[in-house]
Structures are given as structure tokens and as C-alpha cells.
């Protein structure tokens, strides 16, 4: 019995198992073709053979190959030793894992399957000037190419009604009849097997100006994807980094940092934060946690940035970041204001912090930056805004406001996302359901929190442990 599992950050496509051994005889130089497979994902495959030889350690020979991402041929072989007994009922089976960059790990294989994967991947079109290449690929491995979404969605002006503008994007994104039926063949598997669909947006490094479209609003029919808990939502951003692990170590260390300036009013006209009450709002939203099992600190002031890198080298696995901040159009980054060795405002560059964060001995699996326009884009860089950087450093799951948000909108998501992220551990279940409660309250906000996320089931911990 062979396992072949992707342990990598991309699809392999076009994979092709061969196998050689001169000390069995049967089909011992079958050749099988399987379906792409993709990142995290195992396929099992039989082999009947009878051996010529027993011993601890008789060599068989597999040779994979396949083509990555960006169209790369990749061959490799491994040679298992596998321990044969006189007797059938001594002989255990071989196995292997497959890389598709070779050095990266990452799948959660001991997880049991918590949902159907549908990944929607934008890319440029080669062939075509005029429109965006779409995909989708299942979690069987199976991929629907072929799909086309129009340039011009680029200059589209949302009318203002969440549910009306999120039916038009979905309709342009599935417009492709192939696309369509993917979508289709996906939800009908989930309801089959009574599983939620993890709808995981991929927009391709070369066509970052489709960052600006606000895909959160996608509806199918009266269903809004990223506030719907059977269809947990997140953007996934291509990067050479391997895909973040559930959290195993008890206690899990959260961090609250609050930023708050003591000339932020008088010089940007930015309300100052009641510290108490952004406290309280996140110590209350981790009461579900079994005692002990989370350790929640607060950065003392100044919040410098000098003071955050050295408080980061405790390992803490969960970061919250209270605090204002801006885009700035000129330089296309994001600033954080942070503070001052004396307590007045400091402006900190996306760049600069993803750089504390990269430093960092153990990074965090979890940042939320509960601040307006943590999340916002350049057409230039995909990578422009706080959150994206933070993703290119290698945090493996990064929560930005794309929008400007009230402050009390910005506590009830951090409330809502953090009490629900303790009942189940999932990161974009937690923040649909945030979203969810905004749709009454304040329905212009719905769209307002982004996740960039690198976790394969989309879990942040393991309730079990």
C-alpha cells in the first residue's frame, strides 16, 4: 500500500507513480497516473506483489513526477525499505511523501476531514487581453479550467446594496458554464456528506489590482459566502512559505497590544481608545476556553516598536493588535500608528512590521489587526497592505479591516470572532459568523474584515487536546 501525500505549498499536477524492484516479481514495474493532487492531500494506491526475499529492510524503488504551479517539471525517486516477513501477516506496508518544493511541509493528515476544500484560483490569461483566467479545484484533486472573468469588473462602482452587488461579483466570477458546474458539484458533495465547504479565494500574485473588488460581499442566491457558517471564507495569497500547523502546546499565549497615543486627536483627529474596555472585551472573549488552557497578556506602554520586537521573543501564538491606522496613497503602504518612546504617535510602515515579525524565534499563528485599513491594496503589489505583509513573513493566518469601521463594529467582531473561535477552533468559520452578526447591526461593515489565511482545515487549534 502506497501512500503519496503533497506535503507541499502548490498543486501537483499531472503526477505519475512509478515503481521498480528486482527482489519481488508480479506488477513491479506498474505505472499509475493519478489525479492532480493538492496541497495537504494523500492519495492511497495498491501494489500486488510477491516477494522474492524477506528481511527488515528489501529495497523497492518508486520514482514520482509532476508539474508544479508554475508549469515546472519535477521528477524524484526514493527508495523504500520495506520490512518483509516469511509470512504474509509479518509484512507491513511501505510508504512515502512528495514534496512539491522540496524542504516545505505542512499538511494536517492526522486531522479528520471537517469539510468540503473549493479553491478559487484568478490568474492572468495568456490567451486572452481582455478577461482573467478562473479555476477550481476540488479536494479530490479534480480541476475545472477554463473559465473566464472579465477586465472590465475592474472599473464596475458597487451600487451600495451588500446583497444585490455580491449576487453580480459571484455571477461574473462563475459566469464560465465549467466553473458553474464545479460550484455545483462541490455544494452537492457537501450536502451528501453534511459538511460545510471551505471556499478558499486564490488571486494570483500577477493580478494584484483584484484585491480592490471586495469579495466578501459574494452571494449565491440569498446566501452570503463569508457570513454564512457552512461556508467558511478566506483569501489565500501564493507564497514560498509551508502551510500553518493547528496549535498542539497548551497554554496557547495571546497577546493584546493597544495602541493609543497620546496625541492621536490633536494631530490626526483620530478618537483615543478606552484601554479598560478593549481589555475587558477581549478577556471576556476567551471565558469558554477550559481554565489554563489560555494565557492572555497585555503589552505594557509605550507601544514602540522596538518594545513589540522584544516581547515577541516569549512566543505567543495569537497576536491582537488594537489601534488606528491609514493607507498611504503616494507610497502605496499601510502604516500603523504606533507609539513613541514617550507616548505620542509614531507611524510604522507595513513593511517595517512585517520585518518584527519575520525576526520573530516563534511566529505567531494568528494575528488580528483590529484596525482601519489593515487590510487595504495596490493595484501595484498584492503584497501592499499590513495584513498581506504579515502573510508574506509567514504568519499563517491574518485578520485586516480593508475599511474604515466604527469602533464599536470593531469590538463586536473581536467578541463575536473570538468566542466562536473558542467553541471550534476555526479561524474562517469564527470570522463568518462574526460577520454574520454585523448583517442587523451594521450591514455596510459586513465586508469590512479580510482573512488572509495558510491553514489547510482552517484550524487554528485542536479542542480535543
Given at each position: 500500500?502506497?501512500?503519496?501525500?503533497?506535503?507541499?505549498?502548490?498543486?501537483?499536477?499531472?503526477?505519475v507513480?512509478?515503481?521498480?524492484?528486482r527482489?519481488?516479481?508480479?506488477?513491479?514495474?506498474?505505472?499509475?497516473?493519478?489525479?492532480?493532487?493538492?496541497?495537504?492531500?494523500?492519495?492511497?494506491?495498491?501494489?500486488?506483489?510477491?516477494?522474492?526475499?524477506?528481511?527488515?529492510?528489501?529495497?523497492?524503488?518508486?520514482?514520482?513526477?509532476?508539474?508544479?504551479?508554475?508549469?515546472?517539471?519535477?521528477?524524484?525517486?526514493?527508495?523504500?525499505?520495506l520490512?518483509?516477513?516469511?509470512?504474509?501477516?509479518?509484512?507491513?506496508?511501505?510508504?512515502?511523501?512528495?514534496?512539491?518544493q522540496?524542504?516545505?511541509?505542512?499538511?494536517?493528515?492526522?486531522?479528520?476531514?471537517?469539510?468540503?476544500?473549493?479553491?478559487?484560483?484568478?490568474?492572468?490569461d495568456?490567451?486572452?487581453?481582455?478577461?482573467?483566467?478562473?479555476?477550481?479545484?476540488?479536494?479530490?484533486?479534480?480541476?475545472?479550467?477554463?473559465?473566464?472573468?472579465?477586465?472590465?469588473?475592474?472599473?464596475?462602482?458597487?451600487?451600495?446594496?451588500?446583497?444585490?452587488?455580491?449576487?453580480?461579483?459571484?455571477?461574473?466570477?462563475?459566469?464560465?458554464?465549467?466553473?458553474?458546474?464545479?460550484?455545483?458539484?462541490?455544494?452537492?458533495?457537501?450536502?451528501?456528506?453534511?459538511l460545510?465547504?471551505?471556499?478558499?479565494?486564490?488571486?494570483?500574485?500577477?493580478?494584484?489590482?483584484?484585491?480592490?473588488?471586495?469579495?466578501?460581499?459574494l452571494?449565491?442566491?440569498?446566501?452570503m459566502?463569508?457570513?454564512?457558517?457552512?461556508?467558511?471564507?478566506?483569501?489565500?495569497?501564493?507564497?514560498?512559505?509551508?502551510?500553518?500547523?493547528?496549535?498542539?502546546?497548551?497554554p496557547?499565549?495571546?497577546?493584546?497590544?493597544?495602541?493609543?497615543?497620546?496625541?492621536?486627536?490633536?494631530?490626526?483627529?483620530?478618537?483615543?481608545?478606552?484601554?479598560?474596555?478593549?481589555?475587558?472585551?477581549?478577556?471576556?472573549?476567551?471565558?469558554?476556553?477550559?481554565?489554563?488552557?489560555?494565557?492572555?497578556?497585555?503589552?505594557?506602554?509605550?507601544?514602540?516598536?522596538?518594545?513589540?520586537?522584544?516581547?515577541?521573543?516569549?512566543?505567543?501564538?495569537?497576536?491582537?493588535?488594537?489601534?488606528?491606522?491609514?493607507?498611504?496613497?503616494?507610497?502605496?503602504?499601510?502604516?500603523?500608528?504606533?507609539?513613541?518612546?514617550?507616548?505620542?504617535?509614531?507611524?510604522?510602515?507595513?513593511?517595517?512590521?512585517?520585518?518584527?515579525?519575520?525576526h520573530?524565534?516563534?511566529?505567531?499563528?494568528?494575528?488580528?489587526?483590529?484596525v482601519?485599513?489593515?487590510?487595504?491594496?495596490?493595484?501595484?503589489?498584492?503584497?501592499?497592505?499590513?495584513?498581506?505583509?504579515?502573510?508574506?513573513?509567514?504568519?499563517?493566518?491574518?485578520?485586516?479591516?480593508?475599511?474604515?469601521v466604527?469602533?464599536?463594529?470593531?469590538?463586536?467582531?473581536?467578541?463575536?470572532?473570538?468566542?466562536?473561535?473558542?467553541?471550534?477552533?476555526?479561524?474562517?468559520?469564527?470570522?463568518?459568523?462574526?460577520?454574520?452578526?454585523?448583517?442587523?447591526?451594521?450591514?455596510s461593515?459586513?465586508?469590512?474584515?479580510?482573512?488572509?489565511?495558510?491553514?489547510?482545515s482552517?484550524?487554528l487549534?485542536?479542542?480535543?487536546?
Open positions: 500500500n502506497f501512500s503519496v501525500t503533497n506535503e507541499g505549498f502548490g498543486l501537483a499536477r499531472h503526477l507513480i512509478q515503481t521498480q524492484a527482489q519481488f516479481e508480479g506488477q513491479v514495474s506498474m505505472t499509475q497516473a493519478l489525479a492532480h493532487l493538492p496541497p495537504g492531500r494523500s492519495r492511497n494506491r495498491r501494489l500486488d506483489v510477491k516477494p522474492l526475499e524477506s528481511g527488515p529492510a528489501v529495497p523497492f524503488t518508486v520514482e514520482v513526477s509532476y508539474i508544479d504551479d508554475t508549469d515546472t517539471f519535477h521528477s524524484r525517486d526514493e527508495t523504500i525499505c520490512t518483509v516477513g516469511q509470512s504474509e501477516t509479518n509484512r507491513t506496508p511501505g510508504s512515502m511523501h512528495i514534496l512539491t522540496p524542504g516545505l511541509s505542512g499538511s494536517e493528515r492526522s486531522l479528520q476531514r471537517s469539510a468540503i476544500e473549493v479553491e478559487l484560483r484568478i490568474s492572468r495568456s490567451e486572452a487581453y481582455t478577461a482573467y483566467a478562473v479555476e477550481v479545484t476540488l479536494d479530490d484533486g479534480h480541476v475545472f479550467s477554463g473559465g473566464k472573468l472579465s477586465k472590465s469588473l475592474l472599473s464596475w462602482q458597487p451600487s451600495g446594496n451588500p446583497a444585490e452587488d455580491g449576487r453580480y461579483l459571484f455571477n461574473q466570477l462563475v459566469s464560465a458554464p465549467i466553473v458553474r458546474d464545479a460550484w455545483r458539484i462541490a455544494q452537492g458533495e457537501a450536502i451528501s456528506q453534511s460545510p465547504r471551505r471556499i478558499r479565494l486564490r488571486i494570483g500574485s500577477d493580478v494584484p489590482e483584484l484585491h480592490n473588488l471586495p469579495w466578501e460581499l452571494h449565491d442566491g440569498a446566501v459566502l463569508s457570513a454564512n457558517s457552512n461556508t467558511p471564507f478566506s483569501r489565500y495569497l501564493p507564497v514560498p512559505q509551508p502551510w500553518g500547523q493547528p496549535l498542539i502546546t497548551r496557547i499565549r495571546v497577546l493584546g497590544v493597544i495602541s493609543n497615543p497620546k496625541d492621536l486627536h490633536d494631530r490626526y483627529q483620530l478618537g483615543k481608545l478606552d484601554v479598560d474596555l478593549e481589555k475587558y472585551i477581549l478577556a471576556t472573549a476567551f471565558k469558554g476556553m477550559e481554565q489554563g488552557s489560555v494565557r492572555l497578556e497585555f503589552m505594557p506602554a509605550p507601544v514602540t516598536p522596538d518594545n513589540l520586537s522584544n516581547v515577541l521573543r516569549n512566543g505567543y501564538q495569537i497576536i491582537h493588535f488594537v489601534g488606528h491606522g491609514r493607507f498611504v496613497g503616494h507610497s502605496k503602504s499601510a502604516e500603523l500608528f504606533m507609539e513613541d518612546q514617550k507616548g505620542y504617535s509614531l507611524p510604522v510602515a507595513d513593511q517595517t512590521l512585517a520585518q518584527i515579525f519575520s520573530a524565534d516563534i511566529r505567531p499563528h494568528l494575528v488580528f489587526l483590529s482601519c485599513q489593515s487590510a487595504s491594496h495596490s493595484s501595484r503589489d498584492a503584497f501592499v497592505g499590513m495584513a498581506p505583509k504579515l502573510v508574506q513573513a509567514g504568519v499563517p493566518a491574518v485578520i485586516g479591516m480593508q475599511d474604515r466604527r469602533v464599536a463594529t470593531a469590538r463586536k467582531i473581536t467578541q463575536i470572532f473570538y468566542r466562536r473561535l473558542t467553541d471550534h477552533g476555526y479561524v474562517d468559520q469564527a470570522l463568518n459568523e462574526a460577520r454574520a452578526a454585523l448583517i442587523v447591526s451594521d450591514p461593515a459586513v465586508q469590512t474584515p479580510v482573512l488572509f489565511m495558510r491553514l489547510q482552517g484550524r487549534w485542536d479542542l480535543t487536546l
